[in-house]
């Protein structure tokens, strides 16, 4: 059997990016930190902590980072069902589900399901979010990072279930300002071509499937690079460039007149999905279940 203790250490590195932090939170020196994982890699003759700023786990680190972090959740959910087994101390236990969420999702409607979550929770139940592109969100779940995702992917990765949550639909939007200096005679692709867009990351290909419907064929369009929810709204109300945007978080200012379609009624509805493990862990259920309310409560 492995020892915990060395378990928790690497655990505890990955998590907080650094020995010097793992030793405090663990309440031990960085050298017993040190020596737990050194101790731990050398019995698995495996690298498991690639020593850097921040300090990262390998692949073989982070697997053991998931069992850890599985079986710290059903420690956490046997103490609650059977009090007696609590230790001095164990009260103070912080439990943390990881999950990786896209950044409009987490912008929209994914913070409304965690208040839920939260609120029938001890003030020990801790949410740790990977933020990536929906369209990568489930390579996390491959890679054993993180127990649930939303994802853009029906098919569940194995090993875990997958839910329908609806579907997050998108608007290309513009100031009038932007609209007036950039497409006077209608939305053409000569005028998409010359027009700046917006982009999240370089994973982002929404502007051109939505060019791509409208025009019949794909168009070079030149990109700013906005890599944060409420920056790329920003920038599309200040007439930075033309972007696709979350219907919920654009629709007051379309009412207002600060924003305006493109072309009205060319939406682009992505479909989402909550893939989590097939473990048997109550709070990832609990999780779970507000994620699904939230989510089919506000997406159509």
């Known amino acids: ?11 505890a590195v990955v998590r907080e990016g650094s020995f010097e932090r793992a030793a405090r939170v663990l309440n031990v020196t960085t050298s017993a930190i040190s020596q737990r994982v050194k101790h731990l890699e050398e019995r698995l003759g495996s690298v498991l902590i690639v020593r850097g700023q921040p300090c990262t786990a390998t692949d073989t680190g ?9 079986v710290g959740l059903l420690e956490h959910e046997l103490r609650g069902a059977l009090p007696k087994l609590t230790r001095v101390g164990d009260q103070d236990d ?49 890679a054993g990072d993180v127990l649930a995702a939303v994802t853009a992917h029906s098919q569940p990765v194995q090993g875990f279930n997958s839910l329908p949550l609806g579907r997050l639909t998108y608007l290309a939007v513009a100031s009038p300002g932007f609209v007036k ?98 473990l048997q862990v109550p709070m990832l259920g609990r999780l779970t279940r507000a994620v699904v309310e939230a989510a089919r409560g506000q997406l159509g």
């Not at 982070?62 to 599985?70: I, K, M, W």
């Not at 987490?106 to 933020?131: R, Y």
């Open 94 to 142: 912080k439990v943390t589900l990881r999950v990786a969420v896209n950044a409009d999702s987490l912008g929209t409607w994914f913070v409304d399901a965690l208040a839920q979550f939260v609120a029938g929770e001890s003030a020990n139940a801790l949410v740790d979010i990977a933020v990536d592109n929906e369209e990568h969100t489930v390579e996390w779940l491959r």
């Open 62 to 70: 982070r697997l053991l980072c998931s069992h850890v972090e599985q």
């Open 181 to 278: 200096r950039y497409f006077p005679e209608g939305v053409t692709a000569a005028a998409l071509g010359a027009a700046p867009s917006l982009k999240f990351n370089h994973k982002d290909r929404m502007q051109g499937q939505w060019v791509r419907r409208v025009c019949r064929r794909d168009v070079e369009i030149p990109s700013h690079w906005f890599p944060a929810t409420q920056a790329f709204l920003d920038a599309s109300l200040a007439g930075i460039g033309w972007g696709m945007n979350p219907a919920p978080l654009v629709r007051e200012h379309l009412e207002s007149g600060a924003l305006l379609e493109l072309v009205p009624g060319r939406s682009l509805a992505v479909p989402l999905y909550w893939q989590h493990t097939r």
């Open 1 to 11: 059997m492995l020892d915990y203790t060395s378990l928790a250490a690497v655990a």
